[in-house]
């Protein structure tokens, strides 16, 4: 068994480590307690989640700065410094010179709100996320092409759905289900030089559709997939965590320059209580056809870089990270999204009393650009804005719109931080609102949600990210007050 050391002087092995990880736990008082590098799952539902053990605040401090210390493990130097776990003994390596990448994350998130939504209270979620990138030129001899998989296991509570009501969430970890599931499987091709892929399989759309970079550093799940499309489906669409099979063409024949569009399952987990990721594309819900089209000037400085290296692409190095952590953003797409099964209308009835059937179907636009990028590339700042629209006859909201700042580097000599400033409101649909009003409901013309957040890379492989919410007409329900949010997100690569 591979050896650590944790920093103490005492050598220990992986297994005993991460036992030791799984047991640490500290007090905040007077809001939380909360595991702060839980290895394992929780049970889920309430608050049984809680350790039972507890140890005060001050002695975790010192535990905090304990798994701050380098973590030093025997293997090739990338992986120790990149990761908690290091290289198994030179495990990953030999697996990486093979075609086989892989990449071990743990998430877990403390929130609690003291005024406002359903009632008060805290919640803790988690979830681990296993991601395996495969060069399928070294491991089978198809040239110019990938294959990933990515499988999630969340757990924990429901923040959201048990203290603050939103229709837009307040976690982009939270999920309805704590099942293992499986996010994307999917083989990629490059032809004609690069300049088109083609890709098949398991694949969400959030992960190259409605993209801004710059948004990604948030806790709010509409700064992710917008609220007016993340809403749709019978299911929701193909977004996280549920996943549906599909086919993904896209055009680049520059940097700058691309052009996509991608035809999927329309019922992710088949209408079911969702456990894994059930793949059925003949059961009668149609499909969802996703287009974008986007001009990057940003990406112009990859004029004559080479291509990456079949699969790591999907899987990044630390020096990748670090170039897309300092380069220039600069972004600006429009999309089209289209179901071809019909929805019930919100409101109208034909002649027999049963609802109308109306198409489904909505436009996007996104612009993100650096504004300000200091000479020694140790600070910069990112805006970004979203605007989309969503049919109004089938869906709650017909529009949502999101603007924000991210600067890296505001605080002298922490360049890899991040602060985040950012705000998001969906607007409630005519049909929608009228439905209410019939039955004696005068709803919000909205749901706003306004987030601060700041992302402490404490070292390659962990990161802590305090972050307060505030949002207003949780639900569009007038009998729930805005709510405020604090959470406390930890990740760890293992």
Not at 15 to 44: A, C, D, G, W, Y
Not at 399 to 425: E, H, K, N, Q
Not at 444 to 471: D, F, G, K
Request: hydrophobic residues 40%; neutral net charge.
């Amino acid at each position: 068994m591979k050896q650590l050391n944790i920093g103490l002087g005492e050598q220990k092995t992986l297994t005993e480590s991460l036992l030791m990880i799984k047991l640490l736990s500290f007090r905040v008082q007077p809001f939380f307690q909360v595991h702060i590098l839980t290895v394992n799952p929780l049970p889920s539902g309430g608050r049984k989640y809680m350790p039972e053990k507890k140890c005060r605040f001050f002695p975790a401090i010192g535990v905090l700065l304990m798994m701050v210390l380098p973590c030093i493990a025997q293997g090739a130097d990338d992986w120790a410094a990149e990761t908690f776990s290091g290289d198994w003994n030179g495990t990953r390596s030999a697996w990486s010179e093979k075609g086989i990448n892989t990449e071990l994350l743990f998430k877990g998130t403390l929130m609690t709100n003291p005024s406002g939504g359903i009632k008060q209270g805290r919640d803790y979620m988690q979830g681990m996320e296993l991601k395996v990138g495969l060069d399928t030129g070294k491991l089978w001899g198809i040239p110019d092409s990938t294959a990933f998989i990515h499988v999630v296991l969340n757990s924990g509570g429901k923040m959201n759905a048990a203290y603050v009501g939103s229709l837009m969430g307040v976690d982009n970890g939270e999920v309805n289900e704590n099942n293992p599931k499986l996010y994307q499987a999917w083989f990629n091709k490059n032809l004609f030089s690069s300049t088109l892929s083609v890709l098949a399989g398991v694949y969400p759309v959030d992960t190259e559709f409605y993209v801004t970079d710059s948004s990604g550093i948030f806790l709010h799940p509409s700064f992710g997939m917008a609220a007016e499309l993340a809403q749709t489906g019978q299911n929701g669409p193909s977004v996280y965590p549920f996943s549906a099979l599909g086919v993904r063409v896209k055009y680049q024949p520059s940097p700058i320059f691309y052009a996509q569009a991608a035809v999927l399952d329309g019922n992710p987990g088949g209408g079911r209580k969702p456990h894994w990721t059930r793949i059925n594309p003949f059961h009668g819900d149609g499909s969802l056809l996703v287009a974008e089209i986007a001009y990057s000037p940003g990406e112009a400085h990859h004029m004559t870089d080479p291509n990456i290296e079949p699969g790591r692409g999907v899987i990044l190095s630390q020096a990748e990270k670090l170039e897309q952590r300092y380069e220039p953003i600069g972004k600006y797409a429009i999309g089209y999204w289209s179901y071809s099964k019909r929805f019930d209308d919100l409101f109208d009835n034909d002649p027999a009393g049963n609802p109308l059937q109306r198409k489904n179907m909505g436009i996007y636009l996104l612009m993100e650009n650096s504004l300000y990028r200091a000479d020694d590339m140790e600070r910069d700042v990112t805006a970004f804005f979203r605007y989309g629209q969503a049919e109004k006859n089938v869906n709650i909201f017909d529009y949502s719109a999101s603007i924000g700042l991210r600067v890296r580097g505001l605080i002298t000599g922490r360049v890899d931080d991040y602060a985040g400033f950012a705000a998001t409101r969906s607007g409630a649909g005519e049909k929608y609102r009228l439905a209410q009003q019939a039955v004696g409901i005068n709803i919000p013309c909205n749901e706003t949600a306004v987030e601060v957040t700041y992302r402490v890379q404490l070292n390659p492989w962990l990161v802590i990210q305090p972050n307060i919410q505030r949002i207003f007409n949780p639900g569009l329900a007038p009998g729930i007050k805005n709510a405020t949010v604090i959470g406390l997100r930890c990740e760890i690569l293992l």
